[in-house]
């Protein structure tokens, strides 16, 4: 109990200190925490979604059995996949390390079970196997390992979606199915061989020059996107490009708090552009 705002603890104007311990029954497999310290709001007044980390939030115990998860939503199973292969691909590309060869590996590995392990949810959402697979995959996908050893790493398509869910109610997954392509369209310009490799491992495309095999690595995203029914289009979410601006100045608090100082408004219209 705390006699503040808890705003305050995701705009950093205030620490947690001395919580009770927690503990968690998982029944949804998206966020990962359940072994992490993290937490999101949404501020329904000013109109912001923030995230927040502390070493407190991490859970003493939590409760993973599949089962809890057998009555979750075909489209909010997608959106928790979604989510899950985000945190993983956020890591996968933003580290600034140039030879990750385990990590990458590991972070493939992720992406392709959780692709797999939703697939198996929506054809029979009693699957137990594949309902485990899907929970322990979101489970590792945010829990530290993946970003051991890669150095500084960023969230700048969760900043992004943020102000999408924040001011359009848009489920976070869905928004992230809009925004993961769309960041990766606008880096494949420049950076193309990281979006490459992805590809060719987890999509097994034939060796060619990289920037073919970006697109078509970002044209199989979208197309599994769209065939487990998840946006890849801002207009799909009623949002037109005039609505842009908007968005990215919303985007700019949060940057601001993730220490993302290199995504400026212009930079985020411009890559929400490849969102439409």
Same mark, same amino acid.
């Given at each position: 109990?705390?006699?503040?705002?808890?705003?305050?603890?995701?705009?950093?104007?205030?620490? +947690?200190? $001395?919580?009770?311990?927690?503990? =968690?029954?998982?029944?949804?497999?998206?966020?990962?925490?359940?072994? $992490?310290?993290?937490?999101?709001?949404?501020?329904?007044?000013?109109?912001?979604?923030?995230?927040?980390?502390?070493?407190?939030?991490?859970?003493?115990?939590?409760?993973?059995?599949?089962?809890? =998860? @057998?009555?979750? !939503? !075909?489209?909010?199973?997608? @959106?928790?996949?979604?989510?899950?292969?985000?945190?993983?691909?956020?890591?996968?590309?933003?580290?600034?390390?140039?030879?990750?060869?385990?990590?990458?590996?590991?972070?493939?590995?992720?992406?392709?079970?959780?692709?797999?392990?939703?697939?198996? &949810?929506?054809?029979? !959402?009693?699957?137990?196997?594949?309902?485990?697979?899907?929970?322990? =995959?979101?489970?590792?996908?945010?829990?530290?390992?993946?970003?051991?050893?890669?150095?500084?790493?960023?969230?700048?398509?969760?900043?992004?979606?943020?102000?999408? #869910?924040?001011?359009?109610?848009?489920?976070?997954?869905?928004?992230?199915?809009?925004?993961?392509?769309?960041?990766? #369209?606008?880096?494949?310009?420049?950076?193309?061989?990281?979006?490459? /490799?992805?590809?060719?491992?987890?999509?097994?495309?034939? *060796?060619?020059?990289?920037? %073919?095999?970006?697109? %078509? =690595?970002? *044209?199989?995203?979208?197309?599994?996107?769209?065939?487990?029914? #998840?946006?890849?289009?801002?207009?799909?979410?009623? +949002?037109?490009?005039?609505?842009?601006?908007? +968005?990215?100045? $919303?985007?700019?608090?949060?940057?601001?708090?993730?220490?993302?100082?290199?995504?400026? /408004? !212009?930079?985020?219209?411009?890559?929400?552009?490849? &969102?439409?």
């Amino acid at each position: 109990m705390v006699e503040h705002d808890v705003w305050k603890f995701f705009t950093g104007k205030k620490s +947690i200190r $001395n919580p009770l311990p927690l503990a =968690t029954v998982l029944t949804l497999a998206a966020s990962g925490s359940e072994m $992490n310290s993290g937490m999101v709001i949404t501020n329904e007044e000013t109109r912001e979604k923030f995230g927040c980390g502390n070493r407190f939030l991490h859970p003493r115990v939590s409760i993973l059995d599949p089962e809890t =998860t @057998y009555t979750v !939503p !075909p489209d909010y199973t997608a @959106y928790g996949a979604i989510d899950a292969i985000a945190h993983v691909l956020e890591f996968y590309f933003t580290t600034e390390d140039p030879s990750t060869p385990v990590q990458d590996r590991l972070m493939e590995g992720l992406v392709e079970n959780s692709m797999l392990a939703c697939e198996r &949810c929506l054809a029979n !959402p009693r699957d137990y196997q594949g309902r485990a697979d899907l929970m322990w =995959t979101a489970t590792l996908a945010l829990n530290g390992l993946t970003a051991a050893g890669l150095g500084r790493v960023g969230f700048p398509m969760h900043m992004i979606e943020h102000s999408l #869910s924040a001011l359009y109610d848009v489920p976070h997954g869905a928004g992230l199915s809009v925004v993961l392509p769309g960041w990766l #369209s606008w880096r494949a310009r420049t950076e193309p061989g990281k979006i490459a /490799q992805l590809g060719q491992r987890v999509f097994g495309l034939a *060796n060619r020059p990289a920037d %073919e095999l970006a697109t %078509e =690595t970002i *044209n199989r995203l979208r197309r599994w996107f769209i065939r487990v029914k #998840s946006p890849v289009t801002l207009g799909e979410l009623g +949002i037109d490009r005039q609505d842009i601006p908007h +968005i990215a100045k $919303n985007a700019l608090g949060l940057a601001r708090i993730w220490r993302l100082k290199e995504y400026d /408004q !212009p930079r985020i219209e411009e890559i929400l552009r490849f &969102c439409l």
